[in-house]
């Protein structure tokens, strides 16, 4: 498995690295990290910790206007960085990779995720199996601050990802809509290409404890939770509106924000500021799931979600979700069957109307319930996803065979 992170620790890319592991490990694979920041020949002198932090550094005190100025003005360095970056780690991938064949061991495939810039360049006949939850352009349409970077800047980031995909045997991607950007952005061929829906990060203690439908709620108890690291992108302010919206409808409604959240959010009656929480923290974990096993909806109006690990969450909890049509949400929630699908151009007083119209109509929210649950058991889990992803490893060894 390629590592761009310390595959024993869950907090790095969102998790995923950290969770596949262990998925892939449920089903009998073995894994052999091949780490992409060091080689053996470099020990400790080009760590992975000094890299983050000079990044770190850079992204929080260069304004993105500087930036932006930086990546146009000088177009060629801009380019020339970040093409020798890629080289580097892939340099990296490609050492340790030939050490190991060269020490005897056997690797039948490679695999790993968000390993566009350690492909870039690599040699290998070994079948190599991409997971990915976005490409270039479905991060610049996620997150503004990366719309906002320069061309050259963007562009060559693109033709690390082109190179990256065509070396690959198969591209895994965790929805539809990023699935159909690497098709109609990269012209990557759809039958190298598969869709397999990721799993969770907080699961119940005990799953077999939770039942649907999940209690409805009512005018006299609305309990809604939004988890947002970035408050303005999932739009907590949106979200609170929202809240006050229903209070002023004579709905006993309560927004519990976990985040940093906003100033209308911490000053708002309708709300509850919970802060961050670290699932890595026991008590943390714990009030996470208290949050998801006790709140009716999970809100999440983004304005760009690449996929949607939060709503995979509460519907472990038998919760469904009302979300924003972007990005992988319309995946992860699909409109009036696990939860509601809002437009993205949809207004507080829409998601407001949304909300009450579950509370006045309970059978419609057990409805929904069930069936969040069902998908989350079914599809919306690591061990599904371990189990089709080995699947295609699998396919793709006997194939180069």
Known sequence: MIAMTDLDDPNPISGMPFYMAGALRAQGIEIVPIHAWKTSAQGRALTKRAQERII????????????RAM????????????????????????????????????????????????????????????????????????????ARRGLPYRR?????????????????FAAPATQKSAIEDFGLDPKRT?????????????????????????????????VAADPIRKRVNLAT??????????????????????????????????????????ADRARHMDLLADCHLQMLPSLGEAYGIAPCESAHFARPSIVSRVGGLPF?????????VLDVNADAID?????????????????????ALDRA?????????????????????????
């Not at 850079?58 to 500087?66: F, G, L």
């Not at 969770?200 to 809604?224: F, G, M, N, Q, W």
């Not at 009656?269 to 670290?278: E, M, Q, T």
């Not at 992860?332 to 509601?340: F, P, R, S, W, Y």
Request: charged fraction near 25%; hydrophobic fraction near 35%; charge should be neutral.
């Open 194 to 226: 598969s869709v397999v829906a990721m799993g969770a990060h907080v699961y119940p203690p005990d799953p077999d404890l939770i039942h649907s439908p999940a209690s409805s709620p009512t005018r006299e108890d609305c309990k809604l939770l939004i």
């Open 71 to 146: 990546d146009t003005i000088l177009a060629k360095s801009t380019r020339r960085a970040v093409l020798n970056r890629a080289s580097k780690i892939s340099g990296c991938v490609q050492t340790n990779l030939d050490t190991m064949l060269s020490q005897g061991q056997q690797l039948d495939a490679l695999f790993g995720c968000c390993i566009s810039t350690a492909l870039y360049g690599l040699e290998t006949n070994i079948p190599i199996i991409y997971f990915s939850d976005a490409t270039s352009p479905v991060l610049e349409m996620t997150y503004p601050v990366r």
């Open 241 to 282: 509106h929202a809240a006050e919206i229903l209070r002023d409808r004579g709905i006993n409604a309560t927004l519990h924000v976990v985040g940093k959240g906003t100033k209308k959010s911490k000053n708002s009656p309708a709300v509850d500021s919970i802060g961050p929480l670290k699932l890595s923290d026991t």
């Open 156 to 172: 060559a980031l693109h033709d690390v990802e082109q190179a990256s995909l065509e070396i690959t045997s198969k591209a895994i």
């Open 351 to 371: 998601w407001a109307d949304a909300i009450e119209t579950l509370i006045d109509d309970p059978d419609s929210y057990r409805l929904r319930s069930s069936k």
């Open 377 to 401: 058991q079914t599809e919306l889990n690591w061990t599904t996803w371990g189990q089709r992803v080995h699947s295609i490893i699998l396919e793709q060894i006997e194939r180069t065979s």
């Open 332 to 340: 992860v929630v699909i409109d009036n069957e696990t939860g509601v």
């Open 56 to 67: 770190r550094i850079h992204r929080r005190r260069t304004p993105m206007w500087v930036k």
